[in-house]
């Protein structure tokens, strides 16, 4: 039992799995806030959007 203790510390095969699942996480996360923010920009009036933000 002590062996499955060990593999969440990182000394076994299947840390690198979680290292890759830690990593997809954290973009997957990343990319999501970026689209909330990316649809709270466009559900803005016009007047109030920020025109430095329309450089297209």
């Known amino acids: 039992m002590s062996e499955k203790s060990d593999n969440k510390q990182g000394t076994?095969?299947?840390a690198s799995r979680e290292d890759r699942l830690k990593a997809a996480l954290k973009a997957n996360l990343a990319?999501?806030?970026a689209q909330?923010?990316?649809r709270a920009?466009?559900?803005?009036?016009?007047a109030e959007k920020d025109p430095r933000e329309d450089r297209g």
Do not use: M
């Open 12 to 14: 076994g095969p299947g």
């Open 31 to 33: 990319r999501r806030k």
């Open 36 to 38: 909330a923010r990316g």
């Open 41 to 46: 920009v466009a559900d803005q009036d016009p």
